[in-house]
């Protein structure tokens, strides 16, 4: 992936709207996440994979993962479109207006990011608690006699 990002830079720079003042700082840009491309998205695809299947071991299987990944990978691609569509919109602009959305954008990644692994962290958490809660309700209701498993005991009383 990100042999093919170096391969065709010249094209996709143009494409995502750089001008010839961004040119050269887009084009080093473009190389370090062209360098990490790969890492990114194996991190990204195995790391939904882990989280959706719930165990580790039995989400190493190809067919999780894709089942998993694809979607994934569908809305970062979807997300990326757009963004090239809002690059391509702002440049008729001139180049301030495309740099004060590229740190919008950052900014807004870097609070959504720690929202999402606040959320993502908090979930496992949240149902674990949930489950505990649930077990030591049944725990106490059985002991106390008030809870009834079938029909049979409740016409016997």
Same mark, same amino acid.
């Given at each position: 992936? %990100?042999? /093919?990002i170096i391969l065709f830079m010249e094209p996709l720079l143009l494409l995502l709207g750089s001008s010839s003042n961004t040119y050269d700082?887009?084009?080093?840009? /473009?190389?370090?996440?062209? #360098?990490g491309a !790969?890492? =990114?998205l194996f991190a990204n695809t195995f790391g939904h994979a882990v989280r959706g299947e719930g165990a580790a071991k039995e989400s190493m299987v190809a067919g999780r993962v894709s089942? @998993? %990944?694809? !979607?994934?990978?569908? *809305? &970062?691609? #979807?997300? &990326? $479109?757009?963004? $090239?569509?809002? *690059?391509n919109a702002l440049v008729s602009f001139g180049d301030k207006p495309l740099a004060a959305m590229g740190i919008v954008t950052k900014a807004y990644m870097l609070i959504a990011f720690i929202h999402r692994g606040i959320a993502n962290g908090v979930q496992p958490l949240l149902g674990?608690? =949930? @489950?505990?809660?649930? @077990?030591? #309700?049944? %725990?106490?209701?059985k002991k106390a006699g008030t809870f009834v498993p079938s029909e049979h005991k409740a016409m016997e009383k």
């Open positions: 992936m %990100g042999g /093919l700082y887009a084009r080093d840009y /473009l190389i370090y996440i062209a #360098l !790969p890492f =990114i089942a @998993v %990944g694809v !979607p994934a990978g569908m *809305n &970062s691609a #979807l997300m &990326s $479109v757009a963004t $090239v569509l809002l *690059n674990l608690s =949930i @489950v505990i809660s649930l @077990v030591l #309700l049944f %725990g106490c209701l």
